[in-house]
């Protein structure tokens, strides 16, 4: 797989061992976020823990491997997407992925100079929502029939946001912020 850009900041590529230690980095600065809703993240101790995982996955013969990209904005890991559970005999996969979207918060405001960012989620996709919330987005409204789905249906989104001025990043963080955003 090549790269594929989404823009010229924003690119997904295929994983590799040396994409460790930077995967470790992201999983230990944000260890206790993570680690609400993903399990491996209590098993990652250290950097070496994280290219074992890349060799397992990378090991796999080609025709069973199953796909594993990391993100990158502006060149800095900001999280993993691929396959996983693969069924080839029955065809089908489940995506799995975990971003920092935090780290996404803070380039944006400190390097992209953003003022804004949004966030928008279907109505009733509790896991999606639960981002921005946890992270301090306001929740703006409503958009009525905001996106068309693929069953030529339309769905309402949740639109949140997040100024450059309520923008705490973690390590500076308090105990009634972190509480604030559950």
Request: charged residues 30%; proline residues 3%.
């Amino acid at each position: 797989m090549e790269k594929i850009w989404f823009d010229e900041s924003i690119c997904l590529r295929a994983a590799k061992l040396s994409d460790a230690p930077a995967m470790f980095r992201m999983i230990d600065t944000q260890r206790q976020y993570l680690g609400r809703w993903l399990p491996f993240v209590a098993e990652t101790r250290t950097e070496n823990d994280s290219y074992a995982y890349l060799q397992s996955v990378l090991s796999v013969p080609s025709e069973r491997r199953e796909l594993l990209c990391t993100i990158t904005a502006d060149g800095r890991f900001a999280g993993l997407v691929g396959f996983k559970d693969t069924d080839r005999a029955n065809r089908k996969t489940e995506i799995g992925y975990w971003l920092g979207v935090e780290a996404l918060c803070g380039l944006a405001f400190s390097e992209l100079d953003m003022n804004r960012i949004q966030i928008q989620c279907a109505v009733g996709n509790t896991k999606s929502s639960n981002i921005p919330r946890r992270l301090g987005f306001t929740l703006e409204g409503i958009a009525r029939a905001g996106e068309l789905q693929a069953d030529g249906r339309f769905s309402d989104i949740e639109v949140y946001s997040l100024l450059r001025e309520e923008y705490i990043p973690r390590g500076k963080r308090t105990q009634y912020d972190e509480r604030r955003n559950e």
